[in-house]
């Protein structure tokens, strides 16, 4: 496929040449209600691609048609039991029925916003794409993104090296720069499930999200949906819910979308079937550093959904992102433990290392029994073991710097000896 040529042209130019490639194809798996696979493809060709499946030739089919911001999108369906799928001779990543490794990052973009100015061409500020080539390396079965794909907004303002020649706004280009070109030996490694951002909201890059990475089939006289309904994704002995909270606001209540997210919240007691995983961009009670050090944060507008009831038994982890660190937390009452992975490539939040003690917003009735955070960019692979999950921390580079295990209701971090 010509993006391979393009990603290694892009991987061996100087620095201040790669914001001006634009790879214009790319192609990855993804997970959809119910566990439906698909396969998607993004190109500039004004027909959609075959693909081939065990040696058979099937046709793909237009998710999205080309417009002036974005090109061509087709998708076709995997079926169950497919042993190989190709488009264009590059081969696709298959599911694994069941898991055993699981690669979780977020919040991946490269930020430029107002004065906020992130250096996209210094890998050392923005390292997402070598991060996302020391993921793939580590051969996951499966990648979670917790949300935030793209951060590029406004212009690079003139004379700034340091995001010099990049795109920006909610069109193929920017998509490409910050998410696509870089993220694509980890496409190619792994079947995605892709969590909604608040970045992905309709006031901002909802419109790309929804026509290239979203669950649902897309329909062009509705290009933006302010709110999907949470699916299902099984795995085996466990499943994820995937929950859309890109317009939760986090220090004021919306009171129009509390119903929502209250009915939502109440309907994961309805399945005890099998433990459940709930991933959602916001996590509910995350943390960020507040006055004098001490830890502080929460939805307010998911705390008040909840309205003091807790999360459901069936659910044994939160995944969330949008908190720009690594946080693992275990909860006092009301809650399983709470993994944030928001660390993958914007620029870093600050959060205290201990996070005992954690204030939030609204009468949740939850506090943080303990929990850490861990600094520094990063992912994180979490490895099936007989008695939990082990999930290793790594760095840009994918050189390992902690690990913890979730096992019997527990997130524990132990200090490196």
């Given at each position: ?259 929502t997210y209250r ?46 009831t807790g999360i ?37 939040d600050s959060a ?66």
């Amino acid at each position: 496929m010509r993006r391979f040529a393009l990603i290694l042209l892009l991987a061996v130019l100087p620095l201040g040449a790669r914001a001006h490639i634009i790879v214009q194809e790319a192609g990855w798996v993804q997970y959809g209600p119910g566990g439906a696979l698909e396969a998607r493809v993004a190109t500039n060709d004004v027909v959609c691609p075959d693909i081939l499946l065990d040696g058979r030739t099937a046709k793909m089919a237009a998710r999205a048609a080309a417009n002036a911001e974005f090109i061509l999108v087709c998708a076709a369906p995997l079926p169950a039991g497919v042993r190989k799928a190709s488009v264009n001779g590059a081969d696709l990543p298959l599911p694994v029925a069941e898991p055993r490794r699981i690669l979780v990052l977020g919040d991946t973009g490269c930020r430029i916003k107002g004065s906020a100015l992130q250096a996209c061409n210094d890998p050392g500020q923005w390292p997402f794409l070598h991060l996302a080539a020391s993921a793939a390396k580590l051969k996951p079965d499966l990648v979670i993104h917790v949300g935030d794909y793209l951060y590029r907004e406004n212009a690079c303002p003139a004379g700034n090296t340091g995001c010099a020649g990049t795109p920006f706004g909610d069109n193929w280009a920017t998509w490409s720069a910050d998410f696509f070109a870089p993220a694509q030996p980890l496409l190619a490694a792994a079947p995605f499930v892709f969590v909604r951002g608040n970045h992905e909201d309709c006031q901002r890059a909802g419109f790309g999200w929804i026509r290239m990475l979203g669950p649902l089939a897309f329909d062009a006289a509705t290009p933006c949906i302010d709110h999907l309904a949470p699916y299902a994704v099984p795995l085996g002995a466990m499943k994820l819910m995937v929950m859309d909270d890109a317009n939760a606001p986090d220090t004021s209540v919306d009171a129009s979308v509390v119903p929502t997210y209250r009915s939502e919240f109440a309907a994961l007691a309805d399945d005890k079937t099998l433990p459940v995983w709930l991933v959602l961009h916001r996590p509910i009670w995350g943390a960020i550093s507040g006055p004098l050090g001490i830890p502080m944060g929460g939805n307010a507008t998911l705390i008040d959904a909840l309205g003091g009831t807790g999360i459901p038994a069936p659910v044994q982890l939160l995944l969330s992102g949008h908190i720009h660190t690594f946080e693992a937390m275990n909860y006092s009452a009301k809650a399983p433990p709470q993994i944030v992975a928001g660390d993958s490539g914007t620029k870093l939040d600050s959060a205290p290392a201990d996070l005992k003690g954690a204030v939030f917003q609204g009468g949740s009735g939850v506090s943080v029994k303990d929990g850490v955070s861990i600094s520094g960019f990063g992912f994180l692979l979490m490895t099936r073991a007989d008695t939990g999950w082990t999930i290793d921390l790594f760095d840009a580079d994918g050189v390992a710097k902690r690990q913890c295990l979730f096992a019997a209701g527990r997130v524990d971090c132990p200090n490196p000896k």
